[in-house]
Structures are given as structure tokens and as C-alpha cells.
């Protein structure tokens, strides 16, 4: 049962004196988009009558076959705590159907719930995530423009006066408070103007909105304070860059799947096989979990993000952590993931990553528990330890041959992702940047 009935909503929306709804969806490249309706439009919007043009949509269709449809989703309504009282803005997720009431296999939320139907077939009840999204907080110049003017320098857990960003931090929490999220845990992250804030677990369909949501209220809240909060994986040189850490679980017959109390770890044969699915096609959705060319700064040594293929219960240098948690908390950790990603897509290729690993009875790698940072290179491949992709054009190529990744893309988001991302390496590659005119216009 859903956590809303449409009476709810057309009863709360007349107490709450809404006069405008957002029918919000994410395109391919993990941007929010919406198209805004006044309230006297809500029962069109609800029988799932309202049309926008797809052709406008990065990654979604041709001008000849524009036109869509958005079917709200009612249990993900909510009104912006932060709107006018005279007159408030709610929102629904929708999800996109075609003219003919099938899905559009576009639309990175229903790809999401296709990958889910194939853990429901291999008898599992559902897929949590717990996402652990960073930011960086900057100061707004005179034109309201972001500055690279960091608004603290704050480290790892300060606290005020150091940490400046603890009063927008915590304006942040309590507007999604307000909007039904459940906050465990906010703090400054280790770089100056850095912060993480972690809300509670939930099922993939609804963490991935929720991430989106997170994403739309950090970024308006600071704005209030006179600054600029960005998701971009690596801002500044020579600090730690932002990741988004992916807690991940599987449930059958509402326990944990991964959970063995006799077993190696405490971990099940089903975690163990998880994690040798996520370490085998990990060059194969890299592209997916970290999609821009700024991505691979952030994948470097020596910054905590992972550079390499390995996994471990408490080291943090690999890709896979497993946190000591066990029982109904036992879980597999995805370090390599940033905040760039589309939510949707990034949960889609993990998962499907995992499930091939339980479906064909793989069996992980032994766990590497000192620092790879530090070992050589001769020591990791004797280790058998991969690296990364250490730069887009990589992380394409492996996307490309990894079918098991490209099928749970689909057809449409494979090759528009592919034609997208391709564009964006050929517009950086032939660039002329900053660093090589200092490197070399007198030199040469």
C-alpha cells in the first residue's frame, strides 16, 4: 500500500493553499527537469494527461516522435517547506509513458524498475541503498555567480567557528526533515567547504528520488545563505573530491540476503557472489557510476576515492568496503561512485553488476586488507588487482564491451549515453586548457 491515496493529496494540497505542482523527471544525464502546472490542472495531471515535448530532453527522442506523457507517482508528493505562504509549490515524480501507454524505455527511473523485476525473478524482495552524497559548499560573487571562494576551512568532523557552512548545513536537514526525510548523520567532510549529510536507507526506486530531491534542496538552501553547493566530483585541485558511496543490500523474504551468521565474515554465499559480480563488470559501468571527464580526477591515489579493483571488510582504498555492521545492516559498500551520476542509472548497472555475479555462482577475489596506495604496481597485478578507468574515453571503451552493463542500460540509454558521453570527451579532448598554456607557451 502506498503512502498516499489521491483524496490525501487534493485534501493536503487545499489545507496547504498550493497554487503550483512540478511534475518533475530526471533525463539521462541525471539533470531534475519539470514541467510546472497551476493547481486547477491537478485532476488532468493525476489521470495521467499531461503531455510535454521529449524532443527537448537529452537522451530521450527525435522531433518526430516528441510527444510523451508524465504519470505522477502519488506517494512521492511533497510540498516545498521553503515556498511562499501565499502560495505553495508541491511536486510529484513522474514517471515518462509513451503516446501509446507503454513505458519509455528512456526514462532512467522505469529502466531502474526493469533491473529490479530480474532480482524479483531470481527471488529476492528488494534492493536497499544507502547513499552517502558530499558536496562542496562556495561563496556567490556580487553577480550571484559561484566564486571558487570556499566559505570554511573546515576539515573532517569540525565544528564552528572553523566549520562556516554548519548554519546552512543544518537549514538544509531541517527542510528535508520537513519533507519526510530521515537524517542520520550530518558533518563537515575532510576537505575545506566539504560536507556530507546521510539520510536513512530505503528501498532503490525511492533512494534514487530521494537523492534527487537531496540534490534540488541542498543546492536551493544554500543558495539562501549566499552560496553555491555543487555535486561536481572533483572542484579543486589537491583536496579530496566528493564521492557518493553506495550502501547496498539485498532482502528475501524481509531479511537480510547478505547475512550469514556461520559464515566467512558473517557474510552469505549471495554477498560473496554480489560483490564478484560488482568487482567483474566494474570497468564495465565505471562510465555509468562516474560519467563526466572531471570524474577521474577524483579517482586518483591518495585522496581516499578508489583507483582500484579490489574489495575488503575494512580497508578504504578499494572499491568494495563491507562497514562492520551485521544482522539486518550487513552490506556491501561501492566506494568508486560520485555524486555526478544519475541516481537511477548508477543503482541499475550496480545491481545488475551483482545479480550476475549470484546468477552464475561467482566467486570473489581473497580481500586485500593494507593500504593499495602504496603498494607497486608489480605487487597489485600479482595481487590481481585492476585499476580503473583512469579517464572517460576508458570507461567508454569498457562500457561498450561489458554486454551484461549495456543490457541493463537498455537499448535507447546504451547508445544515447554512449553518442552523449563520446561528444563530451571530443569537446574536452580538443580543448586548449589552462594548465598546458602555462606548461608550454614559453617553452616552445
Known sequence: MGRYTREDVVKQIKEENVKFIRLQFTDMLGTIKNVEIPVSQLEKALDNKMMFDGSSIEGFVRIE????????????????????????????????????????????????????????????????????????????????????????????????????????????????????????????????????????????????????????????????????????????????????????????????????QTGDMELSDTAYQFIAGVMKH????????????????????????????????????????????????????????DPSANPYLALATLLAAGLDGIENKQTPPAPVDRNIYVMSKEEREEAGILDLPTNLYDALEGLKKDEIIANSLGEHLFEHFIEAKEIEWDMFRTQVHPWEREQYITSY
Not at 517547506?81 to 527511473?109: H, L, M, Q
Not at 552524497?133 to 561563496?139: C, G, T
Not at 534542496?217 to 583536496?239: E, Y
Not at 579490489?310 to 544482522?327: D, E, H, Q, V, Y
Request: proline share 6%.
Open 65 to 260: 516522435e516528441s510527444d510523451m506523457h508524465l504519470y505522477p507517482d502519488i506517494d512521492t508528493f511533497v510540498i516545498f517547506p521553503w515556498t511562499s505562504e501565499k502560495g505553495k509549490v508541491a511536486r510529484f515524480i513522474c514517471d515518462i509513458y509513451n503516446t501509446d501507454g507503454t513505458p519509455f524505455e528512456g526514462d532512467p527511473r522505469y529502466n531502474l524498475k526493469r533491473n529490479l523485476k530480474k532480482m524479483e525473478e531470481l527471488g529476492f524482495d528488494a534492493f536497499n541503498i544507502g547513499a552517502e552524497p558530499e558536496f562542496f559548499l562556495f561563496k556567490l560573487d556580487e553577480k550571484g555567480y559561484p566564486s571558487l571562494e570556499l566559505n570554511d576551512q573546515g576539515g573532517y568532523f569540525d565544528l564552528a567557528p572553523t566549520d562556516l557552512g554548519e548554519n546552512c548545513r543544518r537549514d538544509i536537514v531541517l527542510e528535508l526533515e520537513e519533507m519526510g526525510f530521515e537524517i542520520e548523520a550530518s558533518h563537515h567532510e575532510v576537505a575545506p567547504g566539504q560536507h556530507e549529510i546521510d539520510f536513512k536507507y530505503s528501498d532503490a526506486v525511492k533512494h534514487a528520488d530521494d537523492i534527487q530531491t537531496f540534490k534540488l534542496v541542498v543546492k536551493t538552501i544554500a543558495r539562501k545563505h549566499n552560496l553555491h553547493a555543487t555535486f561536481m566530483p572533483k572542484p579543486l585541485f589537491g583536496v579530496s573530491g566528493s564521492g557518493m558511496h553506495i550502501n547496498m543490500s539485498l532482502f528475501r523474504n524481509g531479511e537480510n540476503a547478505f547475512y550469514d
Open 282 to 337: 566494474s570497468l564495465g559501468f565505471t562510465a555509468v557510476t562516474n560519467p563526466t571527464v572531471n570524474s577521474y580526477k577524483r579517482l586518483v591515489p591518495g585522496y581516499e576515492a578508489p583507483s582500484y579493483v579490489a574489495w575488503s571488510g575494512s580497508n578504504r582504498s578499494p572499491l568494495l568496503r563491507i562497514p562492520k555492521s551485521r544482522g539486518i545492516s550487513t552490506r556491501v559498500e561501492a566506494r568508486s561512485v
